[in-house]
Each structure stands twice: as structure tokens, then as C-alpha cells.
């Protein structure tokens, strides 16, 4: 089977740093996803890991640990229209491309 | 732009009522999903399309049909609507483009909002 675990909510300041964390579990891994979703809207594309290690881009960073089944994508110099859902979901090896989702993090950003 | 598209956006309809969905994509995408997303539950796959009249069940497919008559169009249909399947409808498409090699997984059509009343 498959789990994503990822925090509920969390909660930041305008100008600072945040980490969403994800940690998954998933018989057979093909490739990381982060998502964000603003309220109301679809989910877009951030990020794809598919080897250990970080991707940047912009503000935006995601990092992956295979043997950990562990990521995180960094927000950095946070803005007000960051707030938004940011999912977390995994490809599986041999599944018809299906991708599974967390529950998703809503980060709330405080002027 | 990946060139997708749902109808409608809203809609609301009566209990037992049968209703259909709409996902038209412009690009000749193989794959095609529908997900619900639900508050507490996340993203949840109904049903996916992996070519012409080749669909297959996702984990919430009980009381939900789908049919693909042409690589465009993806149409899901609640049978027999329940007040439980009030809830944001999403279709998607898989998006990687070997040329570029990128890999975008999901490109999403913008929902649609059902409510069963």
C-alpha cells in the first residue's frame, strides 16, 4: 500500500522561512511531487524529485531522500499569496502514471 | 498550457439524479483522471483512462462510471447522485514532454464544484 504523511496546517511570517516536510511510504517509488493550491483553484505544479537530493528553483526548493522516504519543499522570502495548500504526492513504479496525494498542508502566512 | 478543460463549473442536482461530467483535452494525452478532493481527505482517484475505451477503477469508484470514446474526452457519470458526492470534481491529465524532458506529472482542468441536494 501506500502513505503520505504530511502537517495539517502551519503557520508563517511574511519575509521568513518555511519547511513543509512529507515522509511516504509507497511499494514501489517513481518520482516526487509538490503541488500548490490556492483556495478555490486547481492544484499546480511546483516541483518533481526523482533523485536523492535538492532541486531549486526561485524561492522555491524541494529536497529528497530515497532511503528516507523523506522530503521537504523550502519557502523561502515568503509573501502573502503563498498561502495556499501545498501537496505532496508520489508516482508509483508501473501504475498507469497514477500519482498519490497527501492530505496536503495549508500554510497560513501572517503580515 | 496543457490545454484542458471541465464543464461545468458548478452544478447543483437533486438526490437520485443521474449526472455527467465533462474533461476535453486538446493534446492527444494518453492518460486521463478524475479525482475528487474532499476537506480531511485530500486528492482521491475515481477513475483513470490509460487510452480509447481503456478505463480502469480508482479507490473511490463505487457509485461512478466513466467512459472515453475519443483520446479528447473523458466523461464521468454518477449513476444515481448521493448527497455524499458532494464535492469538487478534478480531471487530469499527465503531463511529460520527452522532448524537453520534463516531467510535470499532473496538469489539472479547474473543477468542478457539484453539490447533491
Known amino acids: 500500500g501506500q502513505n503520505i504523511d504530511q502537517p495539517t496546517e502551519m503557520t508563517a511570517t511574511e519575509g521568513a522561512i518555511v519547511q513543509i516536510n512529507c515522509t511516504y511510504q509507497t511499494s514501489g517509488f517513481n518520482g516526487l511531487f509538490w503541488y500548490q493550491q490556492h483556495a478555490g483553484e486547481a492544484p499546480t505544479f511546483l516541483s518533481y524529485n526523482v533523485l536523492d537530493g535538492l532541486e531549486e528553483k526561485g524561492r522555491f526548493s524541494s529536497f529528497l531522500s530515497r532511503s528516507k522516504g523523506y522530503s521537504y519543499l523550502l519557502l523561502k522570502e515568503l509573501q502573502m499569496k503563498d498561502s495556499a495548500s501545498y501537496l505532496c504526492?508520489?508516482?508509483?513504479?508501473?501504475?498507469?502514471?497514477?500519482?498519490?496525494f497527501g492530505k496536503g498542508t495549508r500554510l497560513h502566512i501572517l503580515p | 498550457d496543457a490545454g484542458i478543460t471541465q464543464s461545468p463549473r458548478h452544478k447543483v442536482t437533486e438526490t437520485g439524479t443521474p449526472v455527467t461530467l465533462r474533461c476535453h483535452q486538446t493534446e492527444n494525452h494518453r492518460y486521463m483522471y478524475w479525482y475528487r478532493q474532499d476537506p480531511g481527505h485530500g486528492l482521491r482517484l475515481i477513475h483513470y483512462s490509460y487510452g480509447v475505451k481503456d478505463t480502469d477503477k480508482g479507490e473511490v469508484s463505487d457509485g461512478y462510471s466513466v467512459s472515453r470514446s475519443k483520446t479528447e474526452d473523458f466523461l464521468l457519470t454518477l449513476e444515481s447522485a448521493t448527497s455524499s458526492q458532494t464535492s469538487v470534481y478534478f480531471c487530469?491529465?499527465?503531463?511529460?514532454?520527452?522532448?524537453?524532458?520534463?516531467?510535470?506529472?499532473?496538469?489539472f482542468g479547474s473543477g468542478t464544484r457539484l453539490t447533491v441536494v
Open positions: 487530469a491529465i499527465f503531463n511529460y514532454q520527452p522532448d524537453k524532458q520534463r516531467n510535470y506529472g499532473y496538469t
Open positions: 504526492a508520489v508516482r508509483e513504479v508501473n501504475r498507469d502514471d497514477k500519482i498519490i
